[in-house]
Every structure is written in C-alpha cells, then in structure tokens.
C-alpha cells in the first residue's frame, strides 16, 4: 500500500483524471474517434503523450515538496482534492458530448472554491490528524487510479503505432476507358443530402421557405412518403445502405478499419468492400467515384473506386486539437482547454457554446471543399457510377437563405435546407450542361431524416425557427426518398412503408438494366418486405 501512496504514483494519478478527455476518445474500444480522423495521427499522440509526462513531472515535483509538513503541503493537497470535482464533470462533459449547464458548472466550482478558502482561512494546527488521515485516503484512491494511468498510457502508446499509417492513400481502383463497343449504360447519381427529412421537404414546409430544386425533381420522379432509414446515425446508416447488411452498430480497429454488427444474426463483421454496391456496379462495367463527407470512404472503399474524395474537417479528438495542425500547437491543447474553459466560465457561456462556432466555419469548408470535388465528378463523364453525400441540410446552420450566404449565427435547419435545395439545382444544372440529367438515374435520399428531439433540441445550435418549423422539437423518422429513372418526365409516389436497407438492391435493379422505368420502380417496391 506504501507505493499507492508514492508521490510519482500519486501524481500519475492526478494526471490520469486531469487529461482524461485528451486520452479517452484516444483509446476508447470503439476507436470512432480515430476512424473519423482524414490527417496524419503521429502528433496527436505525441502530443498526447508528451502532456501526461509534463504533467506527471510537474506533479511529481509538488508532491514531493508537498511530503514536508507546513502549510505548502496543506495548499497543494487541498488544492488539488477540492479541483478535482470541477475537472472531472469538465471532463465527463468533454467524453459524452454532455452540454453542461451553467448553473451546475459554476455551482460546483463554487462550491470547491468556497469549501479550499474556509479551509484555508480556517486551518488550525489541530486539524493536523485529519487532514493526514484524509491526505492518505485520497493518496490511495489517486494510486488505484494511477493503475489505469499505466494501462492508458500503454493503450496510447500501442495505438500510436496501430494508427500510424491510418490515411496513407491507398490505391484506388483503376479500369482502362471502356471501348465505344460497350453498350451505353445508364448513369447513375446517388446523391445523399445529410439528414434530409421528408417531412420538411414534401409534406409540412416551413412558410415561405422556396425549394423549387425540390419541386422540380418532384414533378418528374418518384417520391416515397414513408422510407424507414436504416439507422440514425449516418456512420451506421450509409454503410448499412451500401452492402444491405442491416447494422446497429459499427466499431473501428486502431488502424482504422470498419466492423459492423449484423441486426438480424447478432454478429460482428468486417466491413467488406467487395460486398458493397460499387462492387456491383464494377461487375456491371462501371467506373465509380464518390465525393463525401464524414465516413472515410478513400480508406474504406479505395478497392472499388476508380475516385475518391473525403472529408471531415470537424473530426477532432478534441476541440484544441485535430490533426491539420502544427506539433506545437497540438503539444499545447490542454493548456488551451482550461484557459478556455476558464473564459468561457466567466463568460457565462458553455464549452459547447464555442465548439458550435468553430465547428459551423469547419462545416463551411467542408461544403466548399465537396461542392469542388463534385462538379469535377459530374464533368467527368467517364465516371458513370458517382456516390455524392453532402453536408446539408444537417445542423448546425451555415447559410442565410435571407442574404443567400453563409453565415455562423441564428442559422436554423431551414437555413441549411435552402441551402442542400440550392446543391440539388446545381448539380442538375450540371448535368444538364453536359447532357445526361434526362438519362440519368438520380436518386436523392437522406441518410435519415431531421433529429430533432433525438439530437438536437438541447444543443446550443436550437433556433426558435427550429422550435416552430419541427412543432416543438417533435420528431418524424422519415427521411427524403425521391428516385427519377431515366427519362421519367411524370410524378409518382409510393405510399407505402418502404425499408432504405433496400437501397442496395434498387441501386442493383437499375444498373442491370431491371428497372428502367417508374412502373419497373413502383411495381418493384411493392414486393419488399
């Protein structure tokens, strides 16, 4: 028990539970937060890594100076006990994504700031044997914590290693350019608009909100009214669309590799590429290439893309670190998490507050950066199998459909709506510059549908016009769901309850030439289970 009480022990201790929200995304078994990562991985775990042992030191040496009786020892240990509380809920909220409110976050700061001064301004000699009795516990309970310090660091380190080359290009697919002997095939455009709900578009717009994009797809494809996503989470749900697997839930290998978790037999899998509709479409003689956002399709699918570009500008490990950065500002991040968090506290604003700002400019960057690397997908004519998922309309909003621009505040979901109905006229406005929209295949979905209450109606992105456009937070499950077959000029609907897991197989149908028309789709859906 004596080395549980040890001042380099003690101190791994403290450091363990102070920069748990650096370390735990890091390690944690699902290992998401490394999967979602499209940088380099090397400086965040040194940096990571560097920390804990520059915190560990610094602790070390005040503990040991804190060994002497007096009142240095008094401070250090009171000091520390009492802040522990506060960090730990900071860093609770950090591993959750909890929103902490205010009032619980000032009060217990209060609390142990009230409860360190009477201590002090109090101190009397005769506490001397309690205060020694308490010392030793805590230094005990902070030993048993140091043990997963150990653990932690050894996971940090392995990992390290594992994630080393977790986005080195991979070589994609490549097929000469087919000869003009082969029989034209329809293209095919699969466009998913992130969290695109049917509800919002079709059936309960929100007044005065214009979606002629919307409308005019409308009036020549096939809407279904009732399609049941697949899952609520898009890194559930698109892989889910992809292979027809219904998944519950994903994991990621260090090195970051997907595994689903089959619904219906209640085992794990990998993540097979080759099982996947861009196999198919291969098979059929196309050549594929998607432009998305937030799954790492260049890692997961590079085998069976001839192109490929991903992005998630907002995946971080932590607010004040991602991997685009310097070393040396990634080596300074917990430094500039408290003093943030100090601000922030004084400010009357929560840690969340901030992050939505940040991450709304990210956002931003990341349309920009999908909306260029979809026109060169469309331009491109040889690539006639072309997966694009856009981060619109999902929240928080960017745009101001007001002033037709972007912007970062008292941007709503209907805001973010006008904005995905502006990327639907522009890529049909693309396609029909170069003469393919009417023979196209075009399917527009959401991965699933606007999650309100599920989601969002608590974040500090909540506009009042997302109170009144969703009636109170209220939430229909029902995702976008609208298929124009080629040449299809009329409007079609299907009513009845159609299961998005199809998607793959629908996707099959059209690029083997069995669907080819409304009817062929209409007829088709209604034999799904």
């Known amino acids: 028990m004596k080395l549980l009480t040890h001042p380099a022990v003690t101190a791994l201790g403290v450091t363990t539970l102070f920069l748990l929200g650096l370390i735990g995304p890091l390690i944690a078994p699902s290992h998401l937060a490394l999967y979602h990562l499209s ?38 240990w009171s000091s520390l006990t009492l802040a522990t509380p506060w960090i730990l809920v900071k860093e609770y ?73 977790l986005n080195v290009p991979r070589p994609l697919h490549w097929r000469q350019t087919a000869s003009s002997s ?48 697949t899952a609520s989470y898009t890194e559930i749900a698109v892989p889910s669309l992809m292979t027809g697997v219904p998944t519950d839930r994903v994991r990621s290998s260090p090195d970051g590799f997907l595994s689903l978790h089959n619904a219906r037999t209640n085992k794990w899998q990998p993540f097979d590429p080759h099982e996947t509709i861009f196999q198919d479409a291969l098979t059929q003689g196309y050549r594929t290439g998607i432009a998305g956002w937030f799954n790492p399709y260049c890692r997961i699918l590079p085998s069976v893309l001839d192109r490929c570009f991903w992005t998630d500008s907002s995946a971080r490990v932590e607010s004040d670190l991602d991997t685009g950065q310097p070393f040396a500002k990634a080596l300074l991040a917990p430094i500039g998490w408290f003093y943030n968090a100090a601000k922030l506290f004084v400010r009357g604003r929560t840690r969340q507050d901030q992050e939505s700002e940040f991450e709304a400019r990210l956002h931003i ?121 080629p040449f299809q000029q009329t ?19 059209i690029i083997d030439g069995r669907l080819k028309t409304a009817d062929d789709l209409a007829a088709w859906a209604a034999q799904q289970p």
């Open 491 to 509: 409007p079609s609907r299907v009513g009845s309850r159609f299961a998005a897991i199809h998607t793959r197989a629908l996707l099959d149908g």
């Open 93 to 165: 909220a950090v591993l959750t994504d909890w929103t902490i409110p205010h009032a619980l976050s000032m009060f217990v700061f209060l609390a142990c700031l009230i409860a360190l001064v009477s201590l002090l301004l109090l101190w009397r000699p005769a506490y001397v044997p309690s205060f020694e009795r308490a010392q030793h516990f805590v230094a005990t309970l902070l030993g048993f914590a140091a043990l997963s310090g150990v653990l932690f660091v050894s996971q940090l380190m392995w990992f390290a290693w594992k994630a080393r080359s």
């Open 365 to 485: 960057v990341d349309y920009r950066d999908l909306s260029a690397a979809t026109d060169q997908l469309l331009d491109d004519s040889s690539i006639d199998f072309v997966f694009l998922h856009l981060p619109v309309p999902h929240p928080g909003g960017i745009y101001d459909r007001k002033t037709t621009s972007f912007s970062i505040h008292n941007s709503s979901y209907i805001d973010n709506l006008a904005l995905a109905d502006k990327s639907l006229a522009h890529v049909r406005h693309l396609l029909e510059q170069n003469g393919t929209w009417d023979s196209s295949a075009v399917i527009v979905m959401g991965d699933h549908s606007w999650r309100t209450a599920l989601l969002w109606s608590d974040s500090p992105t909540w506009t009042h016009e997302d109170q009144v456009a969703s009636h109170g937070g209220q939430f229909d499950d029902r995702p976008g769901y609208i298929v124009k077959m």
């Open 39 to 76: 940088g380099s991985t090397s400086s965040i775990f040194l940096s990571v890594l560097l920390n804990v042992l520059f915190v560990w030191l610094l602790l070390t040496g005040l503990l040991f100076w804190a060994q002497r009786p007096g009142w240095p020892r008094v401070f250090i």
């Open 182 to 229: 082969q029989p034209t095939k329809t293209r095919v455009i699969w466009l998913l608009l992130d969290e695109l709900s049917y509800q919002q578009v079709y059936e309960q717009r929100f007044p005065g909100l214009n979606l002629d994009a919307f409308d005019q797809l409308a009036a020549q494809s096939t809407v279904f009214t009732h399609a049941v996503p």
